[in-house]
T-cell receptor
Framework: KQEVTQIPAALSVPEGENLVLNCSFTDSAIYNLQWFRQDPGKGLTSLLL?????REQTSGRLNASLDKSSGRSTLYIAASQPGDSATYLC??????????FGRGTSLIVHP | DAGVIQSPRHEVTEMGQEVTLRCKPI?????LFWYRQTMMRGLELLIYFNNNVPIDDSGMPEDRFSAKMPNASFSTLKIQPSEPRDSAVYFCASTVGDREYTEAFFGQGTRLTVV
């Protein structure tokens, strides 16, 4: 069974910092890995999807890397802003492309 | 497309009552997932459909839970009878499940409170 761990569980930083959110998973036999954002009381918004054949994906200030063999993915957030405050969830997709979720990293960016 | 649509957004019910949650996936998506989110356990997969057929229901907590997908555009998750420990946010997600690039899209969720 896939187990997903996200570190840190919570992060509070001043605006402008570059951030690193870590995700590790136990079963490296994955197809893709998605990063999601969840705002309080809301649904999940897809941020980035990395295919297993790729090493990284970029969208604006976000960059996600994937090291499938070691079971790790990292989400980089450049020049953080208060609007980035949310919970970030990592979800590797294994058999049948089913996403399995970690507990997330709760991020607060204060002005 | 309006995305994955779930209804109702909020549901408050008394213990023992039947609850039905509804989901309309994105048109053209052939895989549908139901998840439950709680503070204690995070996001847990309850059941997964592919082409309207339940493929994996190992996450369904007990017989009180049942799910159906009568057609490609509609799914229900039913709890009968409901219990206070079922209180959670239930999410539906859909994806194109037979391609390498399979981005999952989530609905806004149904917040269920059983009193």
């Amino acid at each position: 069974k896939q187990e997903v761990t996200q570190i840190p569980a919570a992060l509070s930083v001043p605006e402008g910092e570059n951030l690193v959110l870590n995700c590790s998973f136990t079963d490296s036999a994955i197809y893709n890995l998605q990063w999601f954002r969840q705002d309080p009381g809301k649904g999940l918004t897809s941020l980035l999807l990395i295919q297993s054949s790729q090493r990284e994906q970029t969208s604006g200030r976000l960059n996600a890397s994937l090291d499938k063999s070691s079971g790790r993915s990292t989400l980089y957030i450049a020049a953080s802003q208060p609007g980035d405050s949310a919970t970030y969830l990592c979800a590797p997709e294994g058999g049948s492309y089913i996403p399995t979720f970690g507990r997330g990293t709760s991020l607060i960016v204060h002005p | 497309d309006a995305g994955v649509i779930q209804s109702p957004r909020h549901e408050v019910t008394e213990m023992g009552q039947e609850v039905t949650l509804r989901c309309k996936p994105i048109s053209g998506h052939n895989s549908l997932f139901w998840y439950r989110q709680t503070m204690m356990r995070g996001l847990e997969l309850l059941i997964y459909f592919n082409n309207n057929v339940p493929i994996d229901d190992s996450g369904m907590p007990e017989d009180r839970f049942s799910a159906k997908m009568p057609n490609a555009s509609f799914s229900t998750l039913k709890i009968q009878p409901s219990e206070p420990r079922d209180s959670a946010v239930y999410f539906c997600a859909s994806t194109v499940g037979d391609r390498e690039y399979t981005e999952a899209f989530f609905g806004q969720g149904t917040r269920l409170t059983v009193v």
